[in-house]
């Protein structure tokens, strides 16, 4: 089983900048792709991030691409969404998941392992 927990999240003005972490534990996931979701109130969960297993690859949703980051530190089983320029539409509980392969993904339903989520809150 993994546990993931989520942090980072908070409160911020237009055109700041949060940094969530996401920490595993249970066991590694060095070697499984993981990714970033979001969940707006009244909104279904999207993809916003993924990044593979090796950090080499990495693919962002239109919305979220040049202003977000997805990284991973292996040796801390941690990943990471540096989120730049952000804009009030980015307000949502932000997801962070874990599949049980390498390979970097965007659906939901191809992510085995989920945290409790994140509230990111975007003022204008």
């Known amino acids: 089983q993994v546990q993931l927990v989520e942090s980072g999240g908070g409160l911020v003005q237009a055109g700041g900048s949060l940094r969530l972490s996401c920490a595993a534990s249970?066991?590694?996931?060095?070697?499984?792709?993981m990714g970033w979701f979001r969940q707006a109130p009244g909104k279904e969960r999207t993809f916003v991030a993924t990044?593979?297993?090796?950090?080499?690859?990495?693919y962002y949703a239109d919305s979220v691409k040049g202003r977000f980051t997805i990284s991973r530190d292996n040796a801390k089983n941690t990943k990471y969404l540096q989120m730049n320029s952000l804009k009030p539409e980015d307000t949502a509980v932000y997801y962070c998941?874990?599949?049980?392969?390498?390979?970097?993904?965007?659906?939901?339903?191809?992510?085995?392992?989920w945290g409790q989520g994140t509230q990111v809150t975007v003022s204008s």
């Open positions: 998941a874990v599949r049980t392969i390498s390979r970097a993904a965007m659906g939901s339903h191809e992510y085995a392992y």
């Open positions: 249970g066991r590694t996931t060095n070697s499984y792709a």
């Open positions: 990044i593979n297993w090796s950090g080499d690859i990495t």
